[in-house]
């Protein structure tokens, strides 16, 4: 049932990437949000050259790994800008990458430090991702994501790119 739900969105063209691949973004969003540490995540590549993914952590656990290494963070905004946050997540997303064709890796991402919400109509009373909303919510953020405009992870991302994701 599932299989044939997601069979359907790529025929139907969810999202045509700008190589011409067509993907459905819940079958990425599905593998990756599996991950313990990743708590939501949110794909975006339609009419795009790559994957781009907005991802919130399952903070409780990014915390207590870290704490095992001798480090806390104040606040979720600091856990999502240090790099070695940053860094940790990408090595969790590029170890999914081994189930997915290239179309299909997510090549940028952005660490939020808030879950999405039900009251910004961004996830449904079943906790599905409202793709569109969060979108148009983050549309600045997602389109930085393409044209290059860093954030503290994508600055990260830069200094490390011994693999990308």
């Known amino acids: ?5 997601l069979k359907r969105q790529v025929l139907a063209g969810a999202d045509l990437t700008a190589l011409g ?3 459905a973004p819940q079958k990425i969003e599905k593998f990756l949000g599996s ?3 990743i708590e939501q995540v949110a794909c975006f590549g339609d009419r795009r050259k790559y994957i781009a993914a907005l991802i919130v952590p399952a903070f ?10 001798g480090l806390s963070f104040a606040s979720r905004e600091e856990m999502v800008n240090d790099p070695r946050v ?4 990408k090595s969790r997303i590029e170890s999914y990458a081994a189930n997915f064709a290239d179309f299909e890796k997510v090549k940028r991402f952005k660490l939020l430090p808030h ?3 039900l009251e910004k109509g961004e996830i449904t009373p079943t906790l599905k991702i409202r793709r569109k909303v969060v ?16 954030s503290e992870a994508g600055e990260a991302w830069q200094r490390h790119k011994t693999v990308p994701v």
């Open 115 to 117: 879950e999405f919400s």
């Open 1 to 5: 049932m599932e299989q044939s739900r």
């Open 135 to 150: 979108q148009a919510n983050y549309a600045a953020l997602i389109e930085s994501l393409y044209l290059g405009q860093q």
């Open 60 to 69: 409780e656990a990014v915390q207590e790994h870290f704490k095992d290494e």
């Open 86 to 89: 940053v860094e940790f997540m």
């Open 35 to 37: 991950d313990f540490y």
């Open 21 to 23: 691949k067509k993907i």
